[in-house]
């Protein structure tokens, strides 16, 4: 798939000819396209650039990486970010601009609120509740892990309702596991649009997660979270208390949603909501 990603960025870039090749986060078209844009010797400018989860067993810190790697611009969305290019020699070309997902929080965060009809959908107005989604392969591909996470889903959900909008591959292996007993307690929903999903983790309680982006914009909306992961590249969130690593473990997922102590001051780490145009002006400087 990443070949075929790579050939068919290959030839948009040989027909647009672009002064640079803009590329975002860790997935595999994000490696598609550095690798493609770089043998054409078009500058690459990476955003999201120095995350490290320090886990090469995951694809995205691959993918990170090596995008790093050949990157002229690296646009990093913290100071940790740059202290880990740093620790890896890498220097040049590297800028502190903030992060795009909280620019993209404090756009939408109003809307969702406004435009949004899930909460009344899902009779949820006014009750306290719990987010929770699960996706992440290390998670899903181990039967063990993902029976561990719904069984702990299942029992919190006797003290209060859990949403989980279910990703199809998710289902899918739920049933092949023959764990769809757990879900029956919770409020399955099919996969939900940005500004149900703003709307939801803003009002939730708790988010409980294997997901980074959803980790951190539970941050941003100032959310306690729990991460279903061995570790984070959004080690901020942790750092500050707002996170809490718990791996795939029933026993430690429950006592840390029944034993939140959250820190009384929110920190920004992530930038002022500016991050997109430090790096529309970065670019223009050439």
Known sequence: MTGRMLEGIERVLLKEQPDWLLIYGD??????????????????????AGLRSFNMRMPEE??????????????????????NLKAEGVTKGVHNVGDVMYDIAIFYRERAQQESTILDRLRLSGVAFALATCHRAENTDDPVRLEQILMALSELSEDLPIVLPLHPRTRKLVSDNGLSAYLEKLLISEPLPLLDMIALEQAASLVLTDSGGVQKEAFFFGVPCI???????????????WNRL??????????????????????HPY???????NILETLLRG
Do not use: Y
């Open 27 to 48: 997935t595999n078209s994000t490696l598609a396209g550095a690798l493609a844009a770089a043998k054409l010797h078009i500058p690459v400018a990476h955003v999201e």
């Open 246 to 267: 718990v791996g795939a473990n029933r026993a430690r997922i429950l006592e840390a949603a029944r034993n939140l102590h959250l820190p009384s001051v929110q920190t």
């Open 62 to 83: 691959v993918n990170r990486i090596l995008a790093d790697r050949v990157s002229s611009l690296l646009f990093c969305p913290t100071q940790h970010a740059v202290d």
């Open 227 to 241: 991460t279903m992961r061995d570790e984070t590249e959004w080690v901020e969130t942790v750092d500050t208390g």
């Open 271 to 277: 930038g002022n909501g500016e991050a997109s145009l």
